[in-house]
């Protein structure tokens, strides 16, 4: 019976497990899709398949129990972020306009609910909940728009730190407030003390002793004994801050803390990822069983006045605060607007609430969810709403624009270099050795001041902009180059080039092979991965060191490229080639359609060079050269014909195109 019961209980477990991972899986890949958080996703399936709905799983106190350590493990990686170099750079920001965010709106959140007649404890611990925005689906939005070194990028990402901080406190103090009023002063000061004793604890003496324990297991070269001891410290820093009377979360974030200080840093934030986005999902995922659809059809204009409140509130109070604080009207603007939806540390925080009455959790919950759906939309809209409101913006854009058109004017056949980070810098380096002038967009604004002050061609904008490429002579240059592996920039800046220039021919960088037929397919004329250029120089460098003669490694690597990019394949031979190279090896001929030659008139489908081992690189027509030509162009007199191919095919083939 015993064994029988424990079997029944182990395939009960398997079977929520297999429900969930399914339903999570399934909800996160459409959610990635449409390129939403995949914590809504997360969300939709604990509200689908818990009691309220289909009821696929009555028990949920066993995931509870495995879910909560997402939020230790949460904690942990901020606390893996965490550092005072960073903090004191942005203290302007973060202990700023960050603090009074939190602050501010705490305040009045906590006084517009106690309208309604609800607890100033209860207004306290909600304010906490709505004051926080959506640090992964901000975070995102700025990496995807290149926008994390702008200037209202600098004051989002300031106020998402400091409200990752806020969070500790905020662990403390609203299981706190659940407490008689006569009690709350003395558990919150005896709260506070426990905090400051075991952090001191910690602090003082963990330093030193986490360091050389890393150093002790980081010799066993094990990694998974590695992972085993990232696991043990995080878990029993948290077992012992709950001992302490204080959360899990916060002895998580310590130990998340302690590590930031090592040179085991990074290691441990990859180590740790896969177990805290896991068991996050697990977490969202009994969050949205809480929601109740049947208790909100009797809400909704209560859900939708919260929402509007929410939004407008947050907006005002970082706008303002923002503004007051030096910002620019836009940017002011772009900050109100990017950081007024809530974020999931608010549903971490409306977890830690007691005794919080059914209807309230539930608005509560429906606002945050609508709040971060919402929060990609009015992202994607708000430069278009800063544009239409603030008339400054236009004579902003325009100066920037003249600033562009000023610095490339004296320019011609030049080349345009989206992005001017290190990959950029170098080749700038390179195109002036051979006497090609250049202008380099970017949108970093110290990279700019510091590269301009020593004279460098680069100035402020946006590449993925028609008109700042325009400005920066997009008419008159020779070539567009893409120095950063961003795809979504690359193909604005292919769709704005071949709208404008569609001779004019893009190469662009990517990390590996994976967009490279998408980008090809953009109209790129070159695509090249990261990837590819570090194997080959690792397999020459390696090929010379195991006694490979130089010239055949060089050979090896020039087949290489000649095999992957199509600019590169086959060359001109002259009488220095002849005894150098395979005389099999693909090479490039010309052939001048003279009057009387059969393929004038004919398309290069009808004449099936290919059919003869050859390939037509190019057509160059009235000074004009067009790179892989369509297969129904049709041959005119005096056009040059580039044909590719081995030695007797390459003969084959100009017999075709000119017997007469």
């Not at 909704?300 to 006045?305: A, F, P, Y």
């Not at 800063?386 to 058109?405: D, G, H, K, P």
Request: charged share 20%; net charge neutral; glycine share 8%.
């Amino acid at each position: 019976p015993k064994y029988t019961r424990l079997r029944e209980t182990l395939l009960s477990t398997l079977s929520l497990v297999l429900l969930l991972l399914g339903a999570s899986v399934l909800a996160v890949v459409i959610f990635r899709r449409f390129n939403l958080p995949p914590v809504l996703g997360y969300l939709l399936v604990g509200s689908l398949i818990g009691p309220h709905a289909l009821n696929l799983m009555q028990d949920i106190t066993r995931v509870q129990a495995v879910a909560e350590f997402g939020v230790v493990f949460l904690m942990f990686s901020i606390g893996l972020e965490f550092s005072l170099p960073k903090l004191y750079a942005m203290k302007r920001i973060v202990f700023g306009l960050g603090l009074l965010q939190v602050a501010v709106s705490m305040v009045l959140i906590t006084g517009l609910i106690m309208l309604f007649g609800v607890s100033w404890q209860l207004g306290i611990a909600l304010g906490g909940v709505f004051a926080m925005s959506s640090t992964a689906v901000l975070t995102k939005l700025l990496a995807e728009r290149m926008q994390l070194d702008s200037a209202h990028g600098r004051e989002i990402m300031g106020v998402l730190l400091f409200q990752d901080l806020a969070v500790v406190p905020l662990l403390v103090l609203i299981p706190s407030l659940t407490q008689p009023p006569e009690k709350l002063a003395m558990l919150l000061g005896i709260a506070v003390l426990k905090a400051i004793v075991v952090l001191a604890v910690i602090l003082v003496f963990g330093q030193t002793l986490m360091r050389k324990w890393f150093h002790f297991v980081a010799k066993a070269k094990s990694s998974e004994v590695f992972v085993l001891n990232v696991l043990l410290i995080t878990l029993s820093l948290a077992y012992f801050t709950e001992l302490a009377g204080l959360s899990l979360a916060l002895g998580a974030f310590v130990a998340g803390m302690l590590i930031s200080e090592t040179e085991y840093r990074l290691q441990v934030e990859e180590d740790i990822k896969p177990f805290r986005d896991v068991l996050m999902g697990l977490f969202f995922v009994t969050i949205g069983v809480k929601l109740d659809l049947h208790i909100l059809v009797g809400l909704w204009w209560q859900v939708l006045l919260g929402l509007v409140a929410l939004l407008v509130i947050k907006a005002v109070i970082v706008g303002l605060l923002s503004w007051r604080l030096g910002a620019s009207s836009g940017n002011a603007i772009r900050s109100a607007l990017w950081l007024c939806a809530g974020g999931e540390f608010g549903f971490v925080l409306l977890g830690e609430i007691a005794h919080l009455p059914k209807n309230i959790e539930q608005i509560a919950l429906t606002v945050l969810v609508l709040s971060m759906l919402v929060a990609p939309f009015i992202v994607h809209y708000s430069e278009r709403l800063v544009m239409r409101f603030v008339a400054s913006e236009w004579l902003m854009r325009s100066m920037q624009l003249t600033r562009i058109a000023a610095q490339s004017m004296g320019t011609e056949k030049h080349a345009i270099l989206c992005g001017y980070a290190r990959n950029g810098q170098y080749l700038a380096r390179l195109l002036l050795q051979e006497g090609v002038n250049y202008i380099a967009l970017d949108l970093d604004p110290d990279l700019v001041r510091e590269a301009a002050g020593a004279g460098e061609n680069v100035v402020y904008g946006d590449a993925s902009r028609k008109e700042a490429l325009v400005a920066a002579g997009l008419l008159r240059a020779s070539v567009v180059i893409i120095t950063t592996s961003d795809t979504q920039l690359a193909e604005k800046v292919l769709h704005h080039t071949h709208e404008l220039r569609p001779d004019l021919p893009v190469v662009v960088r990517t990390l590996d092979e994976r967009d490279f037929d998408r980008l090809s397919k953009a109209g790129a004329a070159e695509v090249v991965p990261e990837s590819l250029e570090a194997s080959l120089m690792l397999a020459s460098h390696a090929l010379v060191l195991v006694g490979i003669p130089i010239n055949r490694v060089l050979k090896r690597v020039r087949q290489a490229r000649a095999e992957r990019y199509r600019l590169l394949r086959g060359f001109f031979h002259g009488m220095s080639d002849r005894d150098e190279e395979d005389e099999n090896q693909p090479r490039l001929h010309s052939v001048w359609l003279t009057p009387g030659a059969s393929a004038i008139g004919k398309t290069l489908a009808e004449l099936d060079l290919e059919g003869m081992g050859c390939e037509v690189s190019a057509i160059r027509r009235r000074g004009i050269r067009a790179v892989e030509p369509a297969p129904e162009t049709r041959l005119e007199i005096g056009d040059v014909v580039v044909v590719l191919g081995d030695p007797e095919a390459v003969s084959a083939a100009e017999e075709r195109l000119l017997q007469k």
